[in-house]
């Protein structure tokens, strides 16, 4: 098989983990989510990272127009449709988007927009009031990619906007060696090796050895960023940062507005 972009292997991975279990892939640390816990810990979240900061920065939510940057099948996208006038929420995930859609029917003011794996496209500049994104950025396959969609996010902020994101600024391992060294070689063979992938050895290893091959590769396990790259990334792109927390942790957040209003 010939390599393709990784913008399509992306949405292959995606689309696939999607049919599979949607919930869990979605929010991995449970693995056995029915609908009404799945959306409860969106709310929950929501309350524990979001609105927090919405507070301090005096931010009002109703009427206002918002993006979320990976909403999967909507898990934190019905609770800001409930606060927001407007939510648009984006994804590369076509199977991810048409279960949303479906779960979410009843929810009228949610926009449900497919991305190109690169960006926000799709969006214009300077429209949202308020740009979100979580447990997204580290499953991109490169770190320019991520930083692409944190430029973006800033992009598409009207002046006046507040962004909130998370990503993983950890370096350290967070598994033993042995655990590392399996998935080295898992994901390895999904690498193009002259132009050929492996992905039916590797998901057939990741079974005889008791692991998810969904699991596996850079569209999971994407990219680390350095706190430092992010925070000229924010300021080069037009954003004011007024905060972040969990530096050098898997649960980074970096909070802040768009000067102009």
Not at 56 to 77: D, H, I, N, Q, W
Not at 138 to 147: D, S, W
Not at 149 to 177: K, Q
Request: aromatic share 12%; net charge positive.
């Amino acid at each position: 098989m010939a390599e393709r972009p990784l913008t399509q292997v992306m949405k292959r991975d995606w689309d696939e983990r999607a049919r599979k279990d949607a919930f869990f892939y979605i929010a991995s640390w449970k693995k056995d989510w029915n609908s009404e816990e799945f959306f409860q810990s969106g709310e929950a979240d929501y309350l524990s990272f979001v609105e927090p900061v919405l507070t301090e920065l005096g931010f009002e939510p109703s009427g206002k127009a918002m993006v979320e940057v990976g909403c999967g099948v909507g898990r934190m996208t019905r609770s800001f449709a409930r606060r927001f006038a407007r939510v648009w929420a984006f994804d590369t995930s076509s199977e991810m988007l048409s279960q949303g859609r479906a779960m979410n029917a009843g929810m009228t003011n949610i926009g449900w927009l497919l991305g190109d794996g690169v960006g926000l496209s799709s969006v214009r500049s300077n429209c949202q009031d308020f740009v979100f994104s979580y447990i997204v950025l580290h499953h991109l396959p490169t770190k320019e990619l991520a930083l692409n969609y944190i430029e973006d996010m800033l992009r598409v902020l009207r002046p006046g906007g507040v962004f909130l994101f998370h990503f993983v600024s950890r370096t350290t391992p967070t598994m033993n060696w042995r655990g590392r060294l399996l998935w080295q070689v898992i994901d390895r063979l999904r690498e193009p090796l002259l132009g050929i992938r492996f992905e039916t050895q590797s998901r057939r290893l990741a079974s005889w050895l008791g692991l998810d091959g969904l699991a596996a590769g850079k569209t999971w396990r994407g990219a680390t960023l350095d706190v430092r790259e992010v925070l000229e990334t924010v300021w080069r792109s037009g954003g004011a940062v007024r905060g972040v927390t969990g530096w050098g942790t898997t649960m980074t957040w970096c909070h802040g507005r768009k000067p102009g209003a």
